[in-house]
C-alpha cells in the first residue's frame, strides 16, 4: 500500500515490552493507540507481538469504528511448509508465556517439533543498532547453536528480530528457513481497509512519519536507518 500515509510510533522510552508484566504493557499500548487515535488515524497496525498479545482485545473494545490489526508469530506457515521439522520459535518472555501464544503452539504443533526460545536481550541489540556486531553474533551462537542441525525452520517472533535476519540466518545455516509475521499483517491491514472502505484513492506515493517516546533525534535517526535495512 505504498499510497497510504503512515505515522509510525516506537515506544523506546519503556522498551523493551517482553520483559514488562502482562498489565503494564496493556496500559502503556492502550495509551499509544489513545493518543493516535486522537489524531485522526483510520486504523491501527500494533507492530509488535507482545503488546498484540496483551492488549488486541482490549483495543478492539474501545476503538471499534477503526480497524485495529495485530501481530502474531508465523507459525503456521512454518509448520505447513515443515512437516515433520523442528521449528525455533524466538520471542520475547511474554510472547511466550501468553494464552495467545499457547493456543497457537497447541493448533500447529501436530506433526511438527516446536521449541520455544526467549531471546529478550536480541530487542536491546536492535534498539542500539546493533545488526552484525560481534557481540549480537556470540549471543546468537550462545543461544541457537544446540539447535543447528535440528533446526528445519525459525520463526522470528518479534517485530525486531527481523532487522537481525541476516545475522540469524548465518548463526543457522541455510538449512533452517526463517519465518515472519510482517508479510501476513501487511495483507490483513489491506483486507480490512478495503471491507471498511478505508483504502486512499491516491495516485500520489504516501508519506511515512516516524515519531518516538524518547523525544530524542538520535532515535529517529535511528528508525530511519533500520527502515532502510529492511526496505
Not at 4 to 30: M, Q
Not at 53 to 72: N, T
Not at 138 to 163: K, M
Request: proline share 5%.
Amino acid at each position: 500500500m505504498p499510497n497510504e500515509n503512515y505515522l509510525y510510533f516506537g515506544d523506546s522510552a519503556n522498551a523493551p515490552y517482553g520483559t514488562r508484566s502482562l498489565e503494564n504493557v496493556r496500559a502503556l499500548t492502550l495509551q499509544n493507540i489513545a493518543m493516535l487515535y486522537d489524531r485522526g488515524i483510520k486504523a491501527a497496525v500494533i507492530a509488535c507481538n507482545t503488546a498484540t498479545s496483551a492488549a488486541v482485545s482490549a483495543l478492539r473494545d474501545r476503538f471499534q469504528d477503526i480497524p485495529i490489526i495485530g501481530m502474531e508469530p508465523a507459525l503456521k506457515p512454518a509448520a505447513l511448509a515443515h512437516p515433520g521439522g523442528t521449528i525455533l520459535v524466538l520471542a520475547t518472555p511474554l510472547t511466550l508465556r501468553e494464552e495467545k501464544f499457547s493456543h497457537l503452539m497447541e493448533h500447529y504443533q501436530d506433526g511438527v517439533r516446536v521449541v520455544p526460545l526467549a531471546c529478550p536481550e536480541l530487542v536491546e541489540f536492535v534498539e542500539r543498532g546493533e545488526l552484525e556486531s560481534e557481540a549480537l553474533l556470540q549471543y546468537l551462537h550462545a543461544r541457537l547453536d544446540p539447535w543447528r542441525t535440528e533446526a528445519s525452520a525459525a520463526v522470528l517472533g518479534c517485530t525486531h528480530f527481523p532487522f537481525l535476519r541476516a545475522a540469524i540466518g548465518r548463526v543457522l545455516g541455510e538449512n533452517a528457513v526463517l519465518y515472519d509475521g510482517g508479510a501476513g499483517t501487511a495483507r490483513q491491514t489491506q483486507r480490512q481497509l478495503a471491507q471498511m472502505d478505508l483504502l486512499t484513492n491516491s495516485v500520489q506515493e504516501g508519506t511515512v512519519i516516524l515519531e518516538n517516546s524518547r523525544n530524542d533525534t538520535a532515535e529517529i535517526v535511528l528508525s530511519e536507518y533500520l527502515l532502510s535495512q529492511i526496505t
